[in-house]
């Protein structure tokens, strides 16, 4: 009878040597990161020498005026910019498509339609924000996609007429009609 043979090839080997790295990976991992424990023993430990904690309970936290100036003009820098390049992300992806060279002269017609239609929503949205911040306001983003619109406002109180004439002037850029018109307020 044939005894069996154990062949030890390279392929044996280098599992080998990966699974012994990945254990040495592993241990030390465990061994630098000790503060895990540590958490969570002081969180047990002060949840049991402290008062009961009501998580549905909210505070009030007074902040400084020019923090919140400072993060509403933070949010309206990031809106623009982020608004930007999206808007630039279609018109790269129409400028593609109508470059494409296999496509129908119906297909080019269409794409060419698109082009007009999201320059016109740009220019619309150009004009809404002008508008709006001759009104008095400090600030405003507008968005619009052909049936809606959504006017971001930079204001410490909206009340029904500064919104009836933001609504105004929406509806007399844009052909969205008057349920389709959202207005937020930033503090």
């Known amino acids: 009878m044939k005894k069996?043979?154990?062949i030890i090839g390279k392929k044996q080997i280098i599992m080998a040597c990966l699974t012994l790295m990945l254990t040495i990976a592993v241990y030390i991992n465990y061994v630098t990161a000790p503060e895990l424990k540590g958490k969570a023993d002081k969180t047990a430990a002060s949840a049991e020498g402290s008062e009961s904690i009501n998580y549905g309970?909210?505070?009030?936290?007074?902040?400084?005026?020019?923090?919140?100036?400072?993060?509403a003009t933070d949010y309206f820098a990031q809106a623009r910019l982020d608004k930007m390049n999206n808007r630039d992300e279609a018109v790269q992806t129409l400028q593609t498509i109508i470059g494409g060279g296999d496509i129908t002269e119906d297909e080019m017609v269409v794409n060419a339609l698109d082009a007009v239609q999201v320059s016109k929503l740009?220019?619309?949205?150009?004009?809404?924000?002008?508008?709006?911040?001759?009104?008095?306001?400090?600030?405003?983003?507008?968005?619009?996609?052909?049936?809606?619109?959504?006017?971001?406002?930079?204001?410490?109180?909206?009340?029904?007429?500064?919104?009836?004439?933001?609504?105004?002037?929406?509806?007399?850029?844009?052909?969205?009609?008057?349920?389709?018109?959202?207005?937020?307020?930033?503090?």
């Open 122 to 187: 740009i220019e619309s949205e150009g004009t809404i924000e002008s508008l709006v911040k001759a009104q008095g306001f400090e600030d405003c983003v507008a968005y619009l996609d052909g049936e809606t619109a959504k006017v971001v406002v930079k204001t410490q109180g909206l009340d029904k007429a500064q919104a009836a004439s933001i609504k105004e002037i929406i509806l007399g850029v844009t052909e969205v009609s008057a349920q389709n018109i959202r207005i937020f307020e930033v503090k």
């Open 57 to 71: 309970d909210t505070e009030f936290v007074n902040a400084d005026a020019e923090s919140l100036s400072a993060e």
């Open 4 to 6: 069996p043979t154990v």
